[in-house]
């Protein structure tokens, strides 16, 4: 089986600061890891993913995360961040040779001007 | 290309009816998958078709609930003598491929409420 923990259920931010949201996994088996983003009254979008290689991951809108098998954590990074990126976050995994995404209970980042 | 579209975006029903939500997923996409998301939390996976093949199935499936692509393109969720539990935003997503991994691109969902 496996799962997902975003502890951080709200992150409030101002402006142009960094923020970094949290996600931890659990799997006893090989797994794919992904970002999404939910913007208001719209559908989920893939933010970035993490398959095999590189454990930086670059995604889009300047996000990355870094997948770290030793801590099964796969945190994610935005150096700046903008009013635009006002959405919440969903952390997810898959187990390789499996469809199935289970996804963590989202966190919430909240930009403030 | 419009994405994958959802039929009805909201629906409000009375415990113990019938519902039905269609998905049409992006053309020629031969993955398609529903999940199941309650407020303050993840999507849930519900089950995944491959064309016309249910190939996996979630333990939520309940035996009240059924999804059917019949022609390998739209599929059908349909939740029979609905409870108030079943009150949830019912997401569908769809891919292209066969590798292990296709990223899924997901619909508006349709918010059912159970009154």
């Known amino acids: 089986a496996q799962s997902v923990t975003q502890l951080d259920s709200q992150v409030p931010v101002f402006e142009e600061a960094p923020v970094e949201l949290r996600c931890n996994y659990s799997s006893s088996v090989s797994v794919y890891l992904f970002w999404y983003v939910q913007y208001p009254n719209q559908g989920l979008q893939l933010l970035l993913k993490?398959?095999?290689?590189?454990?930086l991951v670059k995604g889009i809108n300047g996000f990355e995360a870094e997948f770290n098998k030793s801590q099964t954590s796969f945190h994610l990074r935005k150096p700046s961040v903008h009013i635009s990126d006002t959405a919440e976050y969903f952390c997810a995994v898959s187990q390789k040779g499996y469809q199935k995404v289970t996804f963590g209970t989202g966190t919430k980042l909240q930009v403030i001007p | 290309d419009t994405g994958v579209s959802q039929n009805p975006r909201h629906k409000i029903t009375k415990r113990g009816q019938n519902v039905t939500f269609r998905c049409d997923p992006i053309?020629?996409?031969?993955?398609l998958y529903w999940y199941r998301q309650t407020l303050g939390q993840g999507p849930e996976f519900l089950t995944y078709f491959q064309n016309e093949a249910q190939l996996e199935k979630s333990r939520l499936l309940s035996d009240r609930f059924s999804a059917e692509r019949p022609k390998g393109s739209f599929s059908t969720l349909e939740i029979q003598r609905t409870e108030q539990g079943d009150s949830a935003m019912y997401l569908c997503?769809?891919?292209?491929?066969?590798?292990?991994?296709?990223?899924?691109?997901f619909g508006p969902g349709t918010r059912l409420t159970v009154l």
């Open positions: 053309s020629e996409h031969n993955r």
């Open positions: 997503a769809s891919s292209l491929g066969l590798a292990d991994y296709n990223e899924q691109f």
């Open positions: 993490y398959l095999s290689g590189s454990t």
